[in-house]
């Protein structure tokens, strides 16, 4: 008889190994099934600044880190915020294994950019933009 490992368990055993290395914890992500991982990555077993580091392989600022900490990664599904540049704010978000960053000016989606350079992007659009 096959037995199944519940993804509770699979994050349990990946933050095991990784031991408190968010990095490392990013590396063995990438290394998993692509279901497995796609739902992880929107899991309440993650936080968002988890999955920011494993979408983006970068660290991001101290004030964007500490809102990422405090948001489950189940939150991206719908967009976790990142910062205002201007008037424009970005939000972090995951589509399946793809991120994304949603740019919102009084509540309306200006446009979204996506893949490992979307927040970049985002920025770039928002400062050229807020003229």
Do not use: W
């Not at 990095?23 to 063995?28: F, W």
């Not at 009084?106 to 659009?125: C, F, L, P, Q, W």
């Amino acid at each position: 008889m096959e037995e199944t490992i519940s993804l509770f368990e699979i994050a349990d055993e990946l933050l095991e190994y990784a031991d408190e290395d968010d990095h490392r914890l990013a590396r063995a992500i990438s290394r998993l099934d692509p279901e497995i991982r796609e739902e992880l990555l929107v899991s309440d077993f993650l936080n968002a600044y988890q999955v920011y580091l494993y979408a983006f392989t970068e660290e991001p600022s101290v004030l964007i880190m500490d809102r990422l900490l405090l948001q489950p990664a189940s939150g991206l599904v719908r967009g976790v915020f990142l910062e205002t540049i201007e008037y424009f704010d970005l939000y972090f978000m995951m589509e399946g294994e793809t991120p994304l960053v949603g740019i919102r000016c009084d509540k309306e989606v200006i446009t979204s950019m996506r893949g490992r350079n979307a927040h970049h992007e985002a920025i770039r659009y928002a400062q050229e933009h807020a003229e």
